[in-house]
């Protein structure tokens, strides 16, 4: 059975593991990529593979009953698409979304379950995952409810910049209007603001951040709540880069 080279991964999780750890679970990994756009998990699905994402990112959300969806959290690098398998789920709540392409090791939900008593170090990481996820979406829900929308666009780009690694994001003003839940128009608006104040570059569908210490003074601070409760769970090595 080929190893893994440790070295070269990028998902925080598999990367914490200690070498006997991801040793055992190396022959149940599958390298898969990742399509913008691609749905891996659907509301009300029976969750059979996990995803511990490499690049890109991913948005879990809710769909409501007319049919509109509603973004909860962010997935990237620092965690796992399905995670609640751990937790004694069977089926998906949210819906699970590729915002951009990328990469991400597949493993069964089944060989996931099968090797955790064997993989403390595994289970540990996979159970603070799920606290910090919880953490993002309480802080969303609050976020949505009180703050700006120019506050909430830029601790959205400031999310989705950690988790992409790359300063210029490919995001149309009606993608970002389903994923903070208002209309295109004020989408616009926001960005506009923020163009203006120099921390972003808007055009033909591509948002590159310019400023990214002016971007975090223009966010509420829902942004560094979620920041400050990864770091306190996971340690500051472990942190989204900010580039």
């Known amino acids: 059975m080929a190893l893994i080279d440790q070295t070269a991964i990028k998902n925080r999780i598999l990367s914490a593991l200690p070498a006997a750890e991801l040793a055992l ?14 749905t891996l998990h659907r509301h009300g699905d029976v969750i059979d593979q996990v995803y511990f994402v490499e690049t890109g990112f991913i948005s879990a959300l809710n769909v409501l ?88 666009l830029a601790r959205w780009l400031l999310a989705a910049h950690d988790r992409s690694s790359v300063p210029q994001l490919s995001l149309t003003q009606d993608l970002i209007a389903v994923m903070l839940g208002v209309r295109r128009a004020t989408v616009s608006i926001a960005a506009n603001t923020l163009q203006r104040a120099g921390v972003i570059r808007y055009q033909h569908g591509k948002i590159t951040i310019v400023d990214r210490a002016g971007l975090e003074d223009a966010a509420c601070e829902c942004y560094e709540a979620v920041s400050g409760e990864y770091r306190r769970l996971f340690g500051e090595e472990a942190a989204p880069p900010r580039e």
């Open 25 to 38: 679970i190396s022959g149940r990994l599958t390298l898969v990529t990742m399509d913008l756009g691609q």
């Open 65 to 152: 009953s007319d049919g509109h969806p509603l973004e909860i959290a962010l997935i990237g690098s620092e965690g796992v698409a399905g995670f609640t398998v751990v937790l004694g789920g069977k089926t998906s709540y949210a819906e699970t979304m590729c915002q951009t392409g990328g990469q991400a090791y597949r493993m069964s939900a089944e060989g996931l379950l099968d090797v955790l008593a064997q993989a403390p170090v595994l289970r540990d990481l996979l159970l603070r995952y799920a606290l910090i996820f919880q953490v993002q979406v309480s802080q969303t829900a609050a976020c949505n409810a009180h703050h700006a929308l120019e506050q909430r």
